[in-house]
């Protein structure tokens, strides 16, 4: 079994939809990732959690928020999806020197 | 803010040949280094970090790093080129505090591409 697994791995919404991307991982590590992933741009930070009572904010948030519901899950979700949103997402976790470990990506459509 | 800097967005190489992707970074204090590959259709995975000690690091598939703390840098590197490298390299770096502010930034990647 994967490391840190995502849920779906596809996902075809259309505009104003509610959506949730779910991850969840058997390291047993603190520190969970949410990154987005576009041509040109890399990966771009969404939200971060270094443990179940700490969420934070990263480079681009807007429209996405969080949950947090164990140690091991790390959920993401896009309240009103748009076009825009679309995009491959990650979801990482990261032990304590920053070596992160990835999940396979959920690819996200928006239409 | 930390950040971290890849200002190639493509290195092509003849296979056999010595190949450097570039990455530079920001941050303060002493800074926590990596590189990761992507290939195609998979997620990141985790090629060689530099913490602290020797400025060179070794590290997965033959490929090593070198850390120059003056030039604020940390380049990647290959002696000799295999075709099966071709893939998207990410440099990243995490500030060494323990605050919630020690998140982990990526570069915008470098294809590297080993012609045979």
């Known amino acids: 079994d994967a490391d840190v697994t995502q849920t779906p791995r596809n996902r075809i919404t259309k505009t104003g939809k509610r959506i949730m991307l779910e991850c969840s991982q058997t390291?047993?590590?603190?520190?969970m990732y949410w990154y987005r992933q576009d041509p040109g741009l890399g990966l771009r930070l969404i939200y971060y959690s270094f443990d179940v009572k700490d969420i934070n904010k990263g480079e681009i948030s807007d429209g996405y928020s969080v949950s947090r519901q164990a140690q091991a899950k790390f959920s993401l979700s896009l309240e009103s999806a748009i076009p825009n949103q679309t995009a491959l997402y990650f979801c990482?976790?990261?032990?304590?020197?920053?070596?992160?470990?990835f999940g396979q990506g959920t690819r996200l459509t928006v239409v | 803010a930390q950040s971290v800097a890849q200002p190639e967005d493509q290195v092509n190489v003849a296979e056999g040949n010595p190949l450097t992707v570039k990455c530079t970074y920001s941050v303060s204090g002493n800074p926590y280094l990596f590189w990761y590959v992507q290939y195609p259709n998979r997620g990141l995975q985790f090629l060689l970090k530099y913490i602290t000690g020797d400025n060179l690091v070794k590290g997965s598939y033959g490929f090593e790093a070198e850390f120059n703390k003056s030039q604020t840098s940390f380049h990647l590197k290959k002696p000799s080129a295999l075709v099966s490298d071709s893939a998207l390299y990410f440099c990243a770096v995490r500030d060494p505090g323990y605050s919630s502010a020690s998140k982990i930034i990526f570069g915008s990647g470098t294809r590297l591409s080993i012609r045979p």
């Open positions: 390291k047993g590590h603190d520190r």
């Open positions: 990482a976790t990261s032990d304590t020197t920053g070596k992160a470990f």
